[in-house]
Structure formats: C-alpha cells, structure tokens
C-alpha cells in the first residue's frame, strides 16, 4: 500500500468523449506526477504537478490537462478521446519536487470504444 | 531524445537459476530506478540508484549502477516462482524529474 489513491478504477468511454481521473496523495506529498500505460509498454510520462503548477510535460497533445489542488489532490482531464487512449493511468506522488522516489496508485483504466 | 532500452524483453527461467536483466539508456542520468508490476496492478518500487557504482539488494534481487557506461542490472539469485512479474528500469531526466522507462522484462519463473 502506498497511500496513493485514484479514482474510477476501470470507466469505458466513447470516441470523442471527455474523461477525469482523479488522484489522492499520501499525507505531505506535494508533487503529483501522471503516466499513461498502454497494454505491453512501459508507462509513459505525461505531466507533473507541483505547488498547484505544471511542472513539466511529456509528448502528449494539449488535449491532455490536469489540476492540483491545494491539498496537493489532482486530476487527469482528457478531451475528444481517441481509441489509443485506452491505457492504464498511473498517479505517483512524491515529496517537494523529487526526492528519488514515486509512491504510484494503483491506476485507472480507461478503455475507448 | 532519451532511449531506455531492457534486455531480454522476455525471460522464462527455472526454479533455482540465477540471471541478469540488463537496463541500457542513451543519456547522462545519475539515478535510476527499478520498478516490479505484476498483471493488472501498479508499479512496487524495488531500487533507486542514486550515484555510479551504486549496489542495492534485497532478498533475491540486486542492482547495479554504472552511470558511465549507461547500463544498470538486475541480478536474480535462485529464481522462485513468486518473483514471476514485469520488471521496468526507469531513468530520472530533466528539471521536471520525470522518468522514462524502459520497454520492460516480462519474467516467467518455471518449476
């Protein structure tokens, strides 16, 4: 167990559909960090937050957004889904920035019809 | 743009046999980490290898860090068939500190 909570843990959605993904954080962890697994790979980094700011972003089309919020919860929101947007999404915590190790949740699966 | 690259992709070994899963990158990165997934679940962070020549282990898995040649290793000794997961190297870039993970090693431990 890592403390690190997410929510739907399975949703199915339709092409062109918008999905939010939420993610709670261990006490005291300020940074929230988001990857998308697809089926076979390894996770891919999309985004992280940090003090309620985007704080670096991977190749993922701006479509893809996110929040955090003051109690350093965040969400994934994304727009006009695609089919290849089926993937497990993994939330990781960890403290002030980075300090050498992620807390992941255990993820949600979205699948696109 | 940063290569992460795991070697073999994947290893189906018998009970009580040792073998190296190999971790290959194409930048310069000083930490490095090593993750388990077993099917369906989430990442259960294993090692984080802060410095070159850093050496970490528990129980029957230990890893290795050679930040100069860009090569990390995970050493299995005596497979048991509760080790039979996914296992992913992953290497810290950039101000952000994100990671890119490699393709991962899918493990099959066999009686």
């Known amino acids: 167990e890592t403390g690190v909570t997410q929510s739907p843990t399975h949703l199915i959605k339709t092409r062109g559909q918008q999905v939010t993904l939420r993610c709670s954080s261990q006490?005291?962890?300020?940074?929230v960090s988001w990857y998308q697994q697809a089926l076979g790979q390894g996770p891919q980094f999309i985004f992280q937050?940090?003090?309620?700011?985007?704080?670096g972003r991977g190749n993922f089309p701006p479509r893809f957004s996110g929040l955090q919020f003051p109690n350093y919860s965040s969400e994934l929101n994304v727009n006009a889904l695609e089919l290849d947007d089926s993937a497990l999404y993994l939330c990781?915590?960890?403290?002030?920035?980075?300090?050498?190790?992620?807390?992941f949740g255990e993820g949600s699966r979205l699948t696109v019809l | 743009e940063l290569k992460v690259e795991q070697n073999p992709l994947f290893l189906s070994m018998q009970e009580g046999k040792n073998y190296t899963i190999y971790c290959n990158y194409s930048?310069?990165?000083?930490?490095l980490y090593w993750y388990r997934q077993d099917p369906g679940k989430s990442l259960e962070s294993l090692f984080v290898?802060?410095?070159?020549?850093a050496v970490k282990q528990e129980g029957r898995l230990m890893a290795s860090l050679d930040t100069k040649a860009r090569l990390s290793t995970l050493h299995i000794t005596a497979a048991v068939h509760d080790l039979s997961a996914t296992y992913f190297c992953?290497?810290?870039?950039?101000?952000?500190?994100?990671?890119?993970f490699g393709t991962g090693t899918r493990l099959q431990v066999t009686l």
């Open positions: 990781a915590t960890s403290v002030g920035g980075f300090t050498g190790e992620l807390f």
């Open positions: 006490s005291g962890h300020n940074t």
């Open positions: 937050y940090y003090r309620e700011e985007e704080n």
């Open positions: 930048t310069t990165s000083d930490r």
């Open positions: 290898l802060l410095s070159n020549g």
């Open positions: 992953a290497v810290e870039t950039g101000t952000a500190s994100k990671l890119t």
